[in-house]
T-cell receptor, first 115, second 114 residues
Framework: NAGVMQNPRHLVRRRGQEARLRCSPMKGHSHVYWYRQLPEEGLKFMVYLQKENIIDESGMPKERFSAEFPKEGPSILRIQQVVRGDSAAYFC?????????????FGSGTQLSVL | GENVEQHPSTLSVQEGDSAVIKCTYSDSASNYFPWYKQELGKGPQLIIDIRSNVGEKKDQRIAVTLNKTAKHFSLHITETQPEDSAVYFCAAAEDQTGANNLFFGTGTRLTVIP
């Protein structure tokens, strides 16, 4: 059973470009969470999605950031018109349906560098 | 909202010694406290967790204690080994299913010196 798969592992973008980060949850998991980690800091919650639904996006900046988890395919975190401050490690986590005593399983992250 | 503080930020121990990492939380409604280990270039991995209905939980060389009155919890690693070197994060949430309400500490970089 493959774990949470994120790609790319490293992404370099110039200011003003778009960044698209992908996350495939573990098999059987229908809940996806995105976190951002700045150097020497903990993980900050960004958004929580189920298939075709955004459940909680309270941690995501209102502008330039969006996320989706379509019926088919991976979850996508999209950052438009990137700025240097967007440079960080972005982690995706997945869990089974809530109420089953689920735990979070994290992917290896995408390191975004904005030049 | 919840605020989780973690100390120390870095910790070096000799192989075989014990390591203790401490966290405090602010929201008395929090009742689920997981600990994650993050190795270089990898995502955090859950190593142990505790709920507020117990005061201590142990899994081989790892143990976690919880003092709900004082709102602090600690990770104890005994007989440390070089492979224990990693960054450790504590977290707190109101319940186990509220992963979108999981608040992380800032991490402790543990180095075990052979």
């Amino acid at each position: 059973n493959a774990g949470v798969m994120q790609n790319p592992r490293h992404l370099v973008r110039r200011r003003g470009q778009e960044a698209r980060l992908r996350c495939s949850p573990m098999k059987g998991h229908s809940h996806v969470y995105w976190y951002r980690q700045l150097p020497e800091e903990g993980l900050k919650f960004m958004v929580y999605l189920q298939k075709e639904n955004i459940i909680d996006e309270s941690g995501m900046p209102k502008e330039r950031f969006s996320a989706e988890f379509p019926k088919e395919g991976p979850s996508i975190l999209r950052i438009q018109q990137v700025v240097r401050g967007d440079s960080a490690a972005y982690f995706c986590a997945s869990s089974p349906p809530r109420g089953v005593g689920e735990k979070l399983f994290f992917g290896s992250g995408t390191q975004l560098s904005v030049l | 909202g919840e605020n989780v503080e973690q100390h120390p930020s870095t910790l070096s121990v000799q192989e075989g010694d014990s390591a203790v990492i401490k966290c405090t939380y602010s929201d008395s409604a929090s009742n689920y406290f997981p600990w994650y280990k993050q190795e270089l270039g990898k995502g955090p991995q859950l190593i142990i967790d505790i709920r507020s209905n117990v005061g201590e939980k142990k899994d081989q060389r790892i143990a976690v204690t919880l003092n709900k009155t004082a709102k602090h919890f600690s990770l104890h690693i005994t007989e440390t080994q070089p492979e224990d070197s990693a960054v450790y994060f504590c977290a707190a949430a109101e319940d186990q299913t509220g992963a979108n309400n999981l608040f992380f500490g800032t991490g402790t970089r543990l180095t075990v010196i052979p």
